[in-house]
Antibody, heavy 120, light 110 residues
Framework: QVQLVESGGGVVQPGRSLRLSCAAS????????MHWVRQAPGKGLEWVAF????????YYVDSVKGRFTISRDNSKNTLYLQMNSLRADDTAVYYC?????????????WGQGTLVTVSS | QSALTQPASVSGSPGQSIIISCTGT?????????VSWYQHHPGKAPKLMIY???DRPSGVSNRFSGSKSGNTASLTISGLQAEDEADYYC??????????FGGGTKLTVL
């Protein structure tokens, strides 16, 4: 069965960096687009970034452009989110999700999330 | 990249039907066949309920249905059950090749 397991969250000071990982299993990882989504405390879901199955194209929400980088290692079945210049408003639970159904823009399976807290 | 507009809350009694709306623009909902709906219980992973406006993944009850008219998509839940109580989110693919969520709707089953 499809499994997505996020890791790498924690407490980090403003301005510092953190890298999240998402280990995938139960499907052909190299064949699917992948996404990151976040949810700040008490807020709704926010789409963060999207990478094509082969890593050739990447898209971001405006608020993280230039600070976050999505990447993948298809040989390791792992998705990454490199987060630099972190701000307090980046505090959230970060989910990875598989992009299934057609163009890869339907998030059909999700992980349980990893909490990132940006605080001094 | 403004969030799609959903009502903050809706409620209904068991057995009733409710509709949750999701309003965007011609650059997202109105111009995309890639509108999905998610059910989210706090502390759990969101669950896909409807994709591509009106398709239902296997295993999702046929009490859940989706539609779209112009810039507004809708999720209908018929025969409300206690376990339907959750937060519901719409999401749309956009003309910029990004995605945008709605603000979320809290469904209360009275």
């Amino acid at each position: 069965q499809v499994q997505l397991v996020e890791s790498g969250g924690g407490v980090v000071q403003p301005g510092r960096s953190l890298r999240l990982s998402c280990a995938a299993s139960g499907f052909s990882f190299r064949s699917y687009a992948m996404h990151w989504v976040r949810q700040a405390p008490g807020k709704g879901l926010e789409w963060v970034a999207f990478i094509w199955y082969d890593g050739s194209n990447k898209y971001y929400v405006d608020s993280v452009k230039g600070r976050f980088t999505i990447s993948r290692d298809n040989s390791k079945n792992t998705l990454y989110l490199q987060m630099n210049s972190l701000r307090a408003d980046d505090t959230a639970v970060y989910y990875c999700a598989r992009g299934g159904h057609g163009m890869g823009v339907t998030l059909d399976y999700w992980g349980q999330g990893t909490l990132v807290t940006v605080s001094s | 990249q403004s969030a799609l507009t959903q009502p903050a809350s809706v409620s209904g009694s068991p057995g009733q039907s409710i509709i949750i709306s999701c309003t965007g623009t011609s650059s997202d909902v109105g111009g995309s066949n890639y509108v999905s709906w998610y059910q989210h219980h706090p502390g759990k992973a969101p669950k896909l309920m409807i994709y591509e406006v009106s398709d239902r993944p296997s295993g999702v009850s046929n009490r859940f249905s989706g539609s779209k008219s112009g810039n507004t998509a809708s999720l209908t839940i018929s025969g409300l059950q206690a376990e339907d109580e959750a937060d519901y989110y719409c999401i749309s693919y956009t003309s910029s090749s990004t995605l945008v969520f709605g603000g979320g709707t809290k469904l209360t089953v009275l």
